[in-house]
């Protein structure tokens, strides 16, 4: 038997052994949440939790993933290598942000309590542009920081070689 | 495969990715578990009354790592989003049995994430009772997080070890993995620094995300529910207002508002700490509980509980239990800063105690009983 071969075996071995592991700790405790949602429908509806449920990895799986994947083969792609991470950063950042924000710019939860002017009292558009461009700012310093190292590391010219003992 | 695309999609991104989110989501339950038992006290846990400001550090805590697990899960699925068109979808009965479980892991996650960004909001697009469900939902998604950590545990241990060396054939990968590392807990840490002025109040100009500000409200700070909205502005009469002090009593007392301030006032700084995770520091007036309940007659470690005038909701009364209601400092407040409560802080009359939930604080208060 190859090392590779035994390699595996003993690597496939420490997966099943951890895998029944997790499963003797994750099931019961899995088991306290399910119980208690099907013990409980009148507060929690289970075609309405479902659809929660499932719906967020669905909507992730096929949109929010495949429009990232579309963004980065589109836009990434384009841009010189050196600026490809810091770009990354400023999508991905600002995705971010804005997704944390969304309830605020939208004021879901101010239309809900009308009458209670302390939910959302910012302006959440503004403070969502003032976030992305804190973020394109790092982003640049990041990328002008790349930029002056890799000019410092190839010199136009190679130095003397009597010069490195001087 | 792009020099990227095999850093992104690497097991050691994977990996550093899910120890992250799994110390994060260990932190919420634990926090969540405080906080649930904090409001629903069972198995014989009683909230103590000290130190003052913990549930304001742990609710803080709990939404904070929520809301910085937001970059850090999408990070970790679009590290792992090529796995889900694997062909075929499973190698052996473990690596199915393993796969079956990451469902419950995501879109429990997800679900997660998502409703508790919409609580901290006020905002309850779903029919589900947020609180219970979501309550519900963290043991699923901690069971998961078991089955899945046992059954990585061995492959994610190997992709932990040491980077290779620079220099070598590896090192751009190493170098993009970094980067893209680097970006997800960059997006973590400024989403947490834009949201965490609503509890630190030193970093409430950054609060840019915030969903409160801890010195926007009447008389400085934020408000839940309104005397309108619960429907207690109907009934609030400064007239005809009495506080009822009955139950387990050996002497049932009654107060007008010019009664209660003619006692012994205490005055006390403390926390209204929301489950939404804002809190702020008040400086509170009013009369020591525990003064009342020894008028009363009531033996010195009994319970008692609050009654507001809201007329409907589940938090239109609430429990002190022995240590919160013999505290110094559990007062049935007439004044905050020096002023009279504003109507939506609970005027004429509300509770304010140590270490409580906000929605705890009962606002409103019309009877006190022993129990």
């Known amino acids: 038997m190859t090392d590779t071969a035994a390699g595996e075996i003993k690597q496939r071995r420490a997966d099943r052994i951890g895998l029944g592991v997790g499963l003797l700790v994750g099931v019961p405790v899995m088991l306290v949440g399910v119980v208690g949602i099907l013990r409980h429908p009148e507060s ?61 710019i939208r004021r879901y939860g101010h239309a809900q309590v009308p009458d209670n002017h302390t939910v959302q009292p910012l302006n959440y558009a503004t403070s969502t542009l003032t976030a992305v ?5 790092i982003a640049a310093i990041w990328l002008a920081a790349v930029l002056v190292r890799d000019r410092r590391a190839t010199p136009e010219s190679p130095a003397p070689t009597a010069d490195h003992d001087t | 495969m792009t020099t990227e695309a095999e850093a992104i999609n690497s097991e050691r991104v994977a990996a550093r990715l899910g120890l992250a989110l799994g110390i994060a989501f260990t932190t919420c339950f634990v926090t969540g578990l405080y906080s649930h038992f904090a409001q629903h006290p069972s198995f014989g846990f009683e909230l103590p009354s000290r130190p003052v400001g913990l549930y304001r550090v742990t609710q803080g805590i709990h939404v904070i790592t929520g809301v910085a697990s937001i970059p850090l899960l999408l990070a970790k699925l679009w590290s792992v989003y090529p796995k889900l068109f694997q062909w075929p979808p499973f190698e052996s009965l473990t690596n199915l049995v393993e796969r079956l479980a990451i469902f419950p892991l995501i879109g429990g996650s997800i679900f997660m994430l998502f409703t508790g960004l919409a609580n901290i909001n006020l905002w309850y697009p779903w029919k589900f009772n947020f609180p219970d469900t979501h309550f519900r939902t963290a043991w699923i998604v901690m069971g998961a997080l078991a089955i899945h950590i046992g059954a990585k545990f061995s492959t994610s241990r190997r992709a932990l070890k040491r980077e290779p060396a620079s220099g070598t054939t590896a090192a751009p990968v190493a170098l993009e993995r970094r980067r893209f590392l680097l970006t997800a807990f960059g997006a973590s840490a400024l989403v947490a620094l834009f949201t965490v002025g609503q509890t630190f109040r030193p970093l409430r100009r950054l609060a840019l995300l915030a969903p ?32 009822e002090v009955t139950g387990k009593v050996a002497t049932a007392l009654s107060f007008s508002l010019d009664e209660l301030r003619a006692l012994p006032q205490h005055s006390a700084t403390l926390p209204i700490s929301c489950v939404e995770g804002w809190s702020t520091s008040q400086h509170w007036t009013g009369v020591r509980v525990r003064d009342l309940l020894a008028m009363a007659g009531v033996h010195p470690h009994s319970e008692a509980s609050v009654l507001s005038l809201q007329p409907r ?7 002190l239990d022995r240590w919160q209601a013999h505290d110094p400092d559990t007062l049935l407040a007439l004044l905050v800063n020096g002023e009279p409560l504003a109507l939506d802080h609970g005027y004429p009359l509300r509770l304010i105690a140590p270490n409580r939930p906000g929605v705890m604080q009962t606002k409103w208060v019309t009877q006190l009983s022993a129990r």
């Open chain 1, 44 to 104: 929690t509806p289970i075609p309405n939790f479902l659809r929660y449920f499932v719906g967020g990895d669905i909507l992730h799986d096929f949109l929010v993933a495949p429009i990232a994947v579309a963004i980065s083969f589109l836009v990434l792609r384009r841009v010189p290598t050196v600026a490809r991470a810091p770009l990354r950063a400023v999508l991905f950042g600002s995705a971010v942000v804005i997704a944390v924000a969304w309830p605020g």
């Open chain 1, 133 to 137: 461009a804190v973020i394109a700012t």
């Open chain 2, 212 to 243: 409160r500000r801890p010195d926007v409200g009447p008389q400085g700070f934020p408000v839940n529910g309104t005397a309108r909205d619960t429907g207690a502005a109907k009934f609030i009469n400064v007239t005809t207002y009495r506080l």
């Open chain 2, 313 to 319: 909701g589940s938090y239109r009364a609430s429990i």
